[in-house]
């Protein structure tokens, strides 16, 4: 279950770079190299986080703490710095101050991209991105948590348990008989499905979620708001969305982004009542 | 299992493998076996001609591998050929002995004019055939790998990339134009008397020089094809379409672009090591911008992303060149444009985009884990023996 778990070699992972893999031959690390630490029930600790963009502070001392399954929404008005957020934790963008832990000890500052995503953190772009020339199951199978080595992917064909995973995830997601489809091909719901079902496939333990409803029919923001249901627990789940009528139905805690900073955090019902966040968000 | 991979399932490369491992049969046999005065007698000249088309094919193979397949826009391709040529050209400047025009059994007569008393230290090991073929395989690959390392860890991409493999292949030319160099500056590398003991002008070494080429087009062909049905190559399409997306997942992008442009470019010099001998010379021009650019057209009107698109393209275009060549040289150019802004316009997948592509996009995106093939222990997971 837990790829973090059976970290049986700690190989330190200090070169974020290039140099470290350039065999291409090796035994690739496909995780942190440390047992995830949870003790304090949290998975993701944020903290002082500022990122400017030629003096525009996009994120301003920004504190945000994720407990392990739990079900965060993010709401903010636009230029809040949701996406930035996104981008820091994910290893896009490099933060001016703070720290970003994932668990007590990984600090995420000092990975690049590709180790994070392959160590348990999951992103979902606003945008389906998916890989339209391939086919459903092949998308499932770009993104199953295995070796990526190049000579590992050039020489072997996947596991029957790797198989089996794919096909549950097929099951999960409603895309089982689409399987041989081409993916550019699906409707847009059934995009937002598949790229979160390429998640699931990396067995995540955070999965990011960028307005996985924007551009949904009603039926499928139902179905969606079910799939990321079912995943709480499991997985911790941090949506970004601006649909308040989707966050009202799957929200436990909201947190509201403003001007780079947590405004405020509770139940939908208290942050809505917020005299602060009606002035800056749901009272414009 | 291995054979359907590679062949079954992808019907426009089978037909063209076909045609070519025809092609090595009748060939030889018109040429040798046929007397001369009969009318169906294949000259010498026609067999090398072939055989430099083949080259030119197994070149266009290794730039539709990378552009192709993984979106990288290589304009400088004809280095990595130039490089692989010059090495074979050094061992068969060594075989050359005391025949040359000097007589010098030490040094190429090009070395004597400059008077030069010693060999150049890169010039030493290219007596042995073994090693030079070593250096054909390693000089690209090396050049590839540090270009490639430093190009895609920088993330340069796109048109940039395109940009800066026109400016390696413009040093290059500028480089080995230069006498100082120890390459024979503008004459190049010329006068061959002999490969691996056989006189290179011979009509049975034509032949077995044209039937390397042949069969190392085959081959190369299948490594392209096992390498693109591969998950490897799916992660390499995946590149090509959303790089981002595909770092997401996990992958380091520029080890998987930096491995498939070292592989194209050892293919590359491969094609340029079959060309020397049978050309009789290699020279600087070979590095000139326009044959990297002329290439990728090739590949263009053959029709990208195909494998097999990439040698019908080389054999059309480089035909219609010898034609044209022969009869209004003047307007060669011209045709090599028109045609370029033609197939842009009118076949954005190529002449094999003409040949009814009925079935669904043939680019190596069939499913290839069918579920009849996986040996699926119907348990907890009936779901999959429905399917079936």
Not at chain 2, 184 to 191: A, E, I, P, Q, Y
Not at chain 2, 211 to 230: E, P
Not at chain 2, 370 to 384: D, F, G, I, M, N
Request: aromatic share 10%; with cysteine; net charge neutral.
């Amino acid at each position: 279950m837990n790829i973090l778990a059976h970290a049986k070699q700690a190989l330190p992972v200090k070169d974020p770079d290039f140099s470290n893999e350039l065999s291409g031959f090796g035994k690739d690390v496909d995780n942190f190299g440390a047992p995830l630490d949870t003790s304090k029930r949290n998975i993701l600790y944020v903290e002082g986080i500022t990122v400017s963009f030629d003096g525009f502070r996009a994120l301003n001392n920004l504190n945000l703490y994720i407990e392990e399954g739990e079900l965060r929404c993010i709401i903010g008005p636009n230029g809040a710095g949701k996406t930035t957020m996104m981008d820091v934790i994910t290893g896009k963008t490099k933060p001016d101050e703070g720290s970003v832990y994932f668990g007590r000890q990984i600090n995420l500052l000092e990975l690049s991209e590709h180790q994070i995503a392959r160590g348990g953190i999951g992103r979902k772009f606003q945008k389906p991105t998916i890989f339209e020339a391939l086919t459903v199951y092949e998308n499932l199978e770009l993104a199953t948590a295995s070796n990526k080595a190049v000579w590992w992917t050039l020489t072997k064909a996947l596991t029957g348990e790797q198989k089996f995973r794919i096909d549950d995830v097929l099951v999960q997601i409603g895309l089982k008989e689409l399987r041989y489809k081409n993916a550019g091909s699906l409707s847009h719901g059934q995009k937002q499905w598949l790229e979160i079902g390429m998640l699931l496939m990396q067995s995540p333990r955070v999965l990011l979620v960028d307005e996985p409803v924007a551009g949904m029919t009603g039926e499928e923001t139902e179905k969606t708001a079910e799939l990321l249901l079912s995943l709480a627990g499991k997985h911790s789940v941090i949506v970004v969305e601006h649909d308040m009528k989707f966050v009202r139905s799957i929200a436990r805690k909201v947190t509201v982004l403003h001007q780079g900073s947590v405004l405020t955090e509770g139940t939908m019902d208290q942050v809505q009542n917020d005299p602060k966040v009606i002035e800056v968000y749901l009272g414009e | 299992m291995l054979t359907k991979r590679l062949l079954l399932n992808d019907r426009g490369g089978a037909i063209v493998l076909a045609l070519i491992a025809l092609m090595l049969v009748v060939v030889p046999i018109l040429n040798l076996a046929v007397p001369a005065s009969s009318p169906l007698h294949l000259s010498t000249f026609t067999v090398t001609l072939l055989g430099k088309f083949l080259c030119y094919a197994l070149l266009a193979l290794s730039v539709d591998l990378i552009w192709g397949y993984c979106g990288i826009l290589s304009l400088g391709q004809g280095a990595f050929f130039s490089l692989g040529g010059y090495a074979m050209g050094m061992y068969l400047m060594r075989q050359i002995g005391a025949r040359g025009q000097y007589g010098n059994p030490e040094l190429p007569d090009f070395m004597v004019f400059l008077n030069w008393e010693h060999l150049p230290w890169y010039w030493h090991g290219f007596d042995s055939f073994g090693f030079a073929m070593l250096m054909v395989v390693l000089t690209p690959g090396l050049l590839a790998f540090v270009f490639g390392w430093l190009a895609f860890r920088s993330r340069v991409t796109g048109v940039y990339f395109s940009i800066i493999t026109q400016a390696l292949t413009y040093a290059l030319m500028l480089a080995f134009f230069r006498n100082e160099m120890g390459f024979g500056g503008n004459n190049g590398l010329t006068d061959f008397k002999d490969i691996v003991g056989f006189p290179i002008a011979a009509d049975a070494t034509r032949i077995a020089l044209f039937l390397s080429s042949g069969i190392a087009l085959l081959l190369a062909y299948l490594a392209c094809r096992y390498i693109v049905t591969s998950r490897f190559g799916r992660i390499v399409i995946s590149i090509r379409d959303a790089e981002s997306r595909t770092r997401f997942c996990g992958y380091k992008v520029e080890s998987y672009k930096l491995w498939i442009f070292v592989f194209s470019s050892v293919l590359a010099g491969i094609a340029g090591a079959l060309y020397v001998p049978q050309v009789g010379i290699i020279n600087p021009g070979e590095f000139s911008p326009l044959n990297s650019i002329e290439l990728v057209v090739w590949v263009a009107t053959g029709g990208r992303g195909t494998l097999y698109g990439a040698i019908v393209g080389a054999f059309t275009v480089n035909y219609g060149k010898t034609l044209f060549t022969s009869y209004s040289p003047e307007t060669w150019l011209f045709a090599l444009g028109a045609l370029f802004v033609v197939v842009t316009l009118v076949l954005p997948k190529g002449l094999v985009g003409l040949l009814g592509r009925s079935k669904k996009s043939e680019s190596a995106h069939e499913p290839l884990e069918s579920p009849a093939e996986e040996k699926v222990e119907a348990t907890a997971h009936t779901v999959l023996a429905e399917e079936k």
